[in-house]
């Protein structure tokens, strides 16, 4: 059997400093675990996989690494871009990021396949929760770099499918020192809305709950959170501030399944903490596995190789995740979640039961290409300066 070269593209960020690391270990330990002897050769992309920095990443591990797959963290648009390059080399494609990209096209590409982190589709499912509950008329929050990507589409979108209105919409500002919600404030005070929708990560998330939680409407009104506001390691440096926060997440350490513990105690002897992105990595390490198995059996040919895993499955860190033939993506389990105190008076994650409709709430979310003029963040979601 020949010796297998994987080819991993990994990302900074001044947000998470330590997402290259986390990418990099997850995938590593994940191969090591479960015994393939592929060889990992990895390169940056820089701060989100922007301009020719992928390109000439995916480029130097083709043709000089001899990569027989590659597996990028990037997003939809840059793997569209390097696509041609991975074509012409006859080599498969496996993206990885956190889902907040919505593509203009969802048909399935044959060499290059998805795993997210479904922050758009999470998003679209929390709308959707929040009017389910009983929430005819909202705030919309969002902050200067969150607003810019789709995953705020598609949470405002399913929220107003059955009549629910957004009365106002915040955007924070670009400079940390000029934040204040004191619009939100005045606009809750007159509008009388029964919920804040907030599409928020860690940038000005922790100033956010900070203001909110002091705030005389916080009483006032329910809070629903998209995917990112709840990630575990940056809730874990909140003070909690007495806000009923509700969401959904794709991932937590306190998911109980077998795959879970396995990839929590390989990052720990590693002397590392799981998170979200080692387990998007490590679930992707396992699918590469299958992908080189594949490749072995159809005697490199990728095109056979990448037809023989059509509605293959992976006994993921977050549950099973079934490839989608349509889209060539893997679409996964969403799971309640609200913030609570732990015992020192931080933030934490209370997770709750598996939604039990996501899957219909994906049908739908990528049943709805975006068809009409937008704009949006040339990073990856999460990889700012």
């Known amino acids: 059997?020949?010796?297998?070269?994987?080819?991993?593209?990994?990302?900074r960020s001044s947000v998470?400093?330590?997402?290259?690391?986390?990418?990099?270990?997850?995938?590593?330990?994940?191969?090591?675990?479960?015994?393939?002897?592929?060889?990992?050769?990895?390169?940056?992309?820089?701060?989100?996989?922007?301009?020719?920095?992928?390109?000439?990443?995916?480029?130097?591990?083709l043709l000089q690494g001899n990569a027989d797959l590659l597996v990028a963290?990037?997003?939809?648009?840059?793997?569209?871009?390097?696509?041609?390059?991975?074509?012409?080399?006859?080599?498969?494609?496996?993206?990885i990021e956190p889902g907040a990209v919505i593509p203009t096209n969802w048909a399935a590409s044959p060499l290059r396949f998805h795993l997210t982190l479904d922050?758009?589709?999470?998003?679209?499912?929390?709308?959707?929760?929040?009017?389910?509950?009983?929430?005819?008329?909202?705030i919309f929050a969002t902050s200067f770099y969150d607003g810019g990507y789709l995953n705020c589409n598609a949470m405002v979108d399913t929220y107003t499918a059955d009549g629910s209105t957004i009365c106002y919409n915040y955007v924070a500002p670009f400079k940390y020192e000029e934040f204040d919600i004191k619009h939100i404030v005045a606009a809750a005070e007159q509008q009388h809305p029964d919920a804040i929708l907030a599409q928020l990560s860690i940038e000005t998330g922790k100033l956010f709950l900070e203001e909110f939680g002091k705030s005389n409407i916080v009483d006032k009104v329910k809070f629903y959170?998209?995917?990112?506001?709840?990630?575990?390691?940056?809730?874990?440096?909140?003070?909690?501030?007495?806000?009923?926060?509700k969401g959904v997440v794709p991932w937590s350490r306190m998911?109980?399944?077998?795959?879970?513990?396995?990839?929590?105690?390989?990052?720990?002897?590693?002397?590392?903490?799981?998170?979200?992105?080692?387990?998007?990595?490590w679930d992707a390490a396992q699918f590469a596995i299958k992908v080189i198995e594949a490749l072995n059996v159809?005697?490199?040919?990728?095109?056979?190789?990448?037809?023989?895993?059509?509605?293959?499955?992976?006994?993921?860190?977050?549950?099973?995740?079934?490839?989608?033939?349509?889209?060539?993506?893997?679409?996964?389990?969403?799971?309640?979640?609200?913030?609570v105190k732990d015992a020192n008076g931080f933030s934490m994650l209370a997770i709750g039961e598996e939604v039990p409709y996501w899957q219909e709430v994906w049908k739908i979310h990528r049943s709805k290409p975006i068809t009409e003029?937008?704009?949006?963040?040339?990073?990856?979601?999460?990889?700012?300066?």
């Not at 758009?120 to 909202?138: D, F, Y």
């Not at 490839?323 to 389990?333: A, I, L, R």
Request: charged share 20%; aromatic share 10%; proline share 3%.
């Open 373 to 385: 003029t937008y704009s949006r963040w040339v990073n990856t979601y999460l990889c700012t300066t």
């Open 255 to 281: 998911l109980d399944n077998d795959t879970n513990r396995m990839f929590l105690k390989a990052l720990e002897e590693r002397g590392r903490e799981g998170n979200c992105f080692s387990a998007l990595a």
């Open 225 to 245: 959170s998209s995917p990112f506001l709840l990630e575990e390691s940056f809730l874990s440096t909140v003070l909690f501030t007495n806000v009923n926060i």
């Open 16 to 61: 998470y400093p330590g997402i290259g690391f986390d990418v990099t270990e997850g995938f590593k330990a994940a191969i090591a675990h479960y015994g393939s002897d592929a060889t990992v050769i990895a390169e940056s992309v820089g701060i989100g996989g922007v301009g020719d920095d992928v390109y000439k990443a995916a480029e130097k591990l």
């Open 73 to 95: 963290y990037i997003d939809h648009t840059a793997a569209e871009a390097i696509e041609p390059l991975c074509n012409a080399a006859n080599k498969i494609l496996i993206v």
């Open 298 to 339: 159809s005697k490199f040919n990728s095109r056979k190789a990448a037809e023989s895993l059509s509605g293959i499955e992976i006994q993921s860190t977050r549950g099973k995740l079934v490839h989608d033939p349509e889209t060539n993506y893997f679409p996964g389990p969403l799971y309640k979640a609200e913030v």
């Open 119 to 138: 922050s758009a589709s999470g998003s679209r499912l929390v709308g959707h929760i929040a009017a389910s509950e009983g929430s005819r008329k909202a």
């Open 1 to 11: 059997m020949k010796q297998t070269t994987i080819g991993l593209l990994f990302p």
